[in-house]
């Protein structure tokens, strides 16, 4: 182990199939990613005792590539490990289908402001004593099968805790009751201590992200160990359907539900872990009706304030707000900032953005022109299409009321034809537009152009289908800027938002019972207010767009960041 990290000290171990550290470094598809990475940067701003497990992808996600039409073309990822991470002399293995996976781990350290650090290994099995397949296990992310996901997961959960033994980490919220499934029969006493050392957040009410598994691959990954799932209350197989059954108004069946015994991972880490939360309130809420009988709790998300503020406003913020970095609550002073100050650094941030697509695009937007930002995973209940419902009516009022132009970006799933889908639709919704309306989807969507599009745009919309946006990040990213949300009443931005003073809604909340907002009455809802509202105080009041953007600031950056995020985790969850 590197020196400066005591290994008696770490008593948190974060565990996530994807933590997003570096844009260049693949190890990371999305939302998921970029909160662990946020989460593992502010831990080390604040000293706190973590290690970061994750595995390492040698193909990475995928890099995108767009046709003219928006066809979606995914390639393998390049990339040299040891550019990136040092790899460590400690090794671990597992059993999978009865034979002996070995694993090795690549250190990646992450510092803090005040110099304190936090490690992050990523687990690889590409070892000559593996097989070709066992060595492809820790190949791609979100790759492969069901079978292979399994794989991986198991990997990461009982080869994760067996690699920080390997390093001689002493942990608190794990130790060896979290491996027991992998060399011990399951008792009721295993099962009472693995519950005080484990911690669960469920990130999604998407059934998708719900990892359900078929008992034939179960025992094929681990034969010969029927009382592992002795414990019927704990493992839960078949409960999901009854959920899904209970809550059909905004779950989809046809996706969800799955013939014959399955393993659900929700339910094994509900029923194995102390502490459980979900990721806003609402989402707590909605957790609790999915999961009806388990105590949720409720930890809003954040981001990491200094990754996330671009170097014009990090510069304007030294300046009039020391210490912010350090206390992210000091934004509040944000209030005070001279207002020609603040249009400067937007101005400035939004012309590094305009010469990102003009040199990716060959088009040459206006620095002056209302610029609206959509940026985020391509799939179905993002929306990322409900502004351009009415093509006619937005050209009319670009023309009447002031100018628009829009930028788009976001990678579909390899396997999500609906996302796919959507991107054409939104290449054909480009060309429809014309020169009235100017629009741009940028290809291969990555952290460091997520930071650039956030910190660049006049307004960030965020248009999902509620319930189903558990958090949400970016809009919290784009407060950071001064960029304030125009967005539907889901995930965060119930919390954060303050009409007319940290940004704008979009049509009603989604209430239980009540189902979801009619489609209509939240486009009318959108278009109305960016043509009454938002446009007329952009181009007319300059001032008064000023003080909503330094209320962003203010009143969400200051609020919405990992730092409090952890500190809520760390009394109400990790040392309670």
């Given at each position: 182990m590197q020196d400066g990290i005591k290994?008696?000290?770490?008593?948190?171990?974060?565990?996530?199939?994807?933590?997003?550290?570096?844009?260049?470094?693949?190890?990371?598809?999305?939302?998921l990613g970029v909160l662990a990475g946020d989460t593992i940067r502010a831990a080390a701003d604040m000293g706190l005792p973590m290690v970061g497990l994750s595995l390492l992808?040698?193909?990475?996600?995928?890099?995108?590539?767009?046709?003219?039409?928006?066809?979606?073309?995914?390639?393998a990822v390049a990339w040299?490990?040891?550019?990136?991470?040092?790899?460590?002399?400690?090794?671990?293995s597992l059993s999978i289908e009865g034979r002996r996976v070995w694993l090795r781990c690549w250190r990646y350290d992450v510092k803090g402001v005040r110099g304190d650090g936090v490690p992050v290994y990523f687990l690889d099995a590409d070892l000559p004593e593996n097989s070709d397949f066992d060595r492809g296990l820790t190949g791609s992310l979100y790759g492969g099968d069901t079978f292979y996901r399994l794989c991986q997961e198991v990997i990461l959960g009982v080869g994760g805790v067996r690699m920080l033994r390997a390093l001689l980490l002493a942990l608190q919220l794990l130790d060896e009751e979290a491996e027991k499934a992998g060399r011990a029969s399951v008792r009721k006493r295993d099962v009472e201590n693995v519950r005080r050392k484990c911690v669960f957040t469920t990130h999604t009410p998407v059934p998708a992200g719900h990892d359900q598994f078929p008992m034939s691959?179960?025992?094929?990954?681990?034969?010969?160990?029927?009382?592992?799932?002795?414990?019927k209350d704990v493992f839960c197989a078949d409960l999901m359907k009854q959920i899904l059954r209970e809550h059909r108004e905004f779950l989809d069946l046809k996706e969800a539900v799955q013939a014959g015994t399955s393993l659900n991972m929700t339910y094994l880490a509900l029923n194995l872990s102390g502490f459980?939360?979900?990721?806003?309130?609402?989402?707590?809420?909605?957790?609790?009706?999915?999961?009806?009988?388990?105590?949720?709790a409720a930890i809003t998300n954040g981001v990491h304030a200094a990754t996330w503020t671009s170097p014009t406003f990090q510069k304007l913020y030294d300046t009039h707000i020391p210490g912010w970095r350090e206390d992210n609550f000091c934004l509040r002073a944000a209030l005070g900032l001279p207002a020609q100050e603040v249009w400067s650094?937007?101005?400035?941030?939004?012309?590094?953005?305009?010469?990102?697509?003009?040199?990716?695009?060959?088009?040459?937007?206006?620095?002056?022109?209302?610029?609206?930002?959509?940026?985020?995973?391509?799939?179905?209940?993002?929306?990322?299409?409900?502004?351009?419902?009415?093509?006619e009516r937005l050209k009319r009022i670009a023309a009447a009321v002031g100018k628009v132009q829009i930028i788009y970006a976001g990678k579909a799933h390899p396997n999500d034809p609906g996302?796919?889908?959507?991107?054409?639709?939104?290449?054909?919704?480009?060309?429809?537009l014309g020169n009235d309306v100017a629009m741009v989807y940028l290809d291969d969507y990555s952290f460091d152009l997520g930071a650039k599009i956030t910190a660049g745009v006049d307004v960030w919309l965020n248009t999902p289908q509620p319930p189903l946006e558990a958090s949400g990040t970016s809009g919290m990213k784009a407060a950071l800027n001064g960029v304030p949300s125009f967005s539907i009443l889901d995930g965060w931005w119930i919390e954060g938002h303050i009409e007319g003073v940290t940004g704008w809604s979009i049509g009603n909340s989604w209430r239980e019972g009540q189902g979801a907002p009619e489609h209509a009455a939240e486009v009318e809802s959108l278009y109305q207010k960016l043509e009454s509202v938002i446009l007329p105080l952009f181009y007319g009041q300059r001032d008064g767009y000023l003080e909503v953007m330094k209320h962003a600031i203010a009143l969400n950056g200051s609020f919405f960041n990992t730092q409090r995020m952890l500190q809520q985790y760390v009394t109400d969850a990790y040392f309670r």
């Amino acid at each position: 182990m590197q020196d400066g990290i005591k290994p008696s000290k770490r008593s948190i171990a974060y565990f996530s199939m994807e933590i997003a550290l570096e844009s260049a470094l693949p190890s990371y598809s999305g939302g998921l990613g970029v909160l662990a990475g946020d989460t593992i940067r502010a831990a080390a701003d604040m000293g706190l005792p973590m290690v970061g497990l994750s595995l390492l992808y040698r193909k990475g996600y995928f890099r995108q590539e767009l046709g003219e039409d928006g066809t979606q073309v995914e390639h393998a990822v390049a990339w040299r490990v040891e550019d990136f991470l040092k790899e460590e002399e400690s090794r671990a293995s597992l059993s999978i289908e009865g034979r002996r996976v070995w694993l090795r781990c690549w250190r990646y350290d992450v510092k803090g402001v005040r110099g304190d650090g936090v490690p992050v290994y990523f687990l690889d099995a590409d070892l000559p004593e593996n097989s070709d397949f066992d060595r492809g296990l820790t190949g791609s992310l979100y790759g492969g099968d069901t079978f292979y996901r399994l794989c991986q997961e198991v990997i990461l959960g009982v080869g994760g805790v067996r690699m920080l033994r390997a390093l001689l980490l002493a942990l608190q919220l794990l130790d060896e009751e979290a491996e027991k499934a992998g060399r011990a029969s399951v008792r009721k006493r295993d099962v009472e201590n693995v519950r005080r050392k484990c911690v669960f957040t469920t990130h999604t009410p998407v059934p998708a992200g719900h990892d359900q598994f078929p008992m034939s691959l179960v025992t094929r990954v681990f034969p010969n160990r029927e009382d592992f799932f002795d414990l019927k209350d704990v493992f839960c197989a078949d409960l999901m359907k009854q959920i899904l059954r209970e809550h059909r108004e905004f779950l989809d069946l046809k996706e969800a539900v799955q013939a014959g015994t399955s393993l659900n991972m929700t339910y094994l880490a509900l029923n194995l872990s102390g502490f459980v939360n979900g990721v806003a309130k609402q989402h707590g809420e909605v957790s609790r009706m999915m999961f009806n009988g388990y105590d949720i709790a409720a930890i809003t998300n954040g981001v990491h304030a200094a990754t996330w503020t671009s170097p014009t406003f990090q510069k304007l913020y030294d300046t009039h707000i020391p210490g912010w970095r350090e206390d992210n609550f000091c934004l509040r002073a944000a209030l005070g900032l001279p207002a020609q100050e603040v249009w400067s650094a937007h101005q400035a941030a939004k012309k590094t953005l305009l010469d990102v697509v003009s040199q990716r695009t060959g088009t040459q937007m206006d620095p002056e022109m209302f610029t609206i930002g959509f940026a985020r995973r391509a799939t179905g209940y993002k929306r990322a299409d409900l502004l351009l419902s009415d093509i006619e009516r937005l050209k009319r009022i670009a023309a009447a009321v002031g100018k628009v132009q829009i930028i788009y970006a976001g990678k579909a799933h390899p396997n999500d034809p609906g996302g796919k889908e959507i991107i054409r639709r939104l290449f054909a919704a480009k060309r429809a537009l014309g020169n009235d309306v100017a629009m741009v989807y940028l290809d291969d969507y990555s952290f460091d152009l997520g930071a650039k599009i956030t910190a660049g745009v006049d307004v960030w919309l965020n248009t999902p289908q509620p319930p189903l946006e558990a958090s949400g990040t970016s809009g919290m990213k784009a407060a950071l800027n001064g960029v304030p949300s125009f967005s539907i009443l889901d995930g965060w931005w119930i919390e954060g938002h303050i009409e007319g003073v940290t940004g704008w809604s979009i049509g009603n909340s989604w209430r239980e019972g009540q189902g979801a907002p009619e489609h209509a009455a939240e486009v009318e809802s959108l278009y109305q207010k960016l043509e009454s509202v938002i446009l007329p105080l952009f181009y007319g009041q300059r001032d008064g767009y000023l003080e909503v953007m330094k209320h962003a600031i203010a009143l969400n950056g200051s609020f919405f960041n990992t730092q409090r995020m952890l500190q809520q985790y760390v009394t109400d969850a990790y040392f309670r």
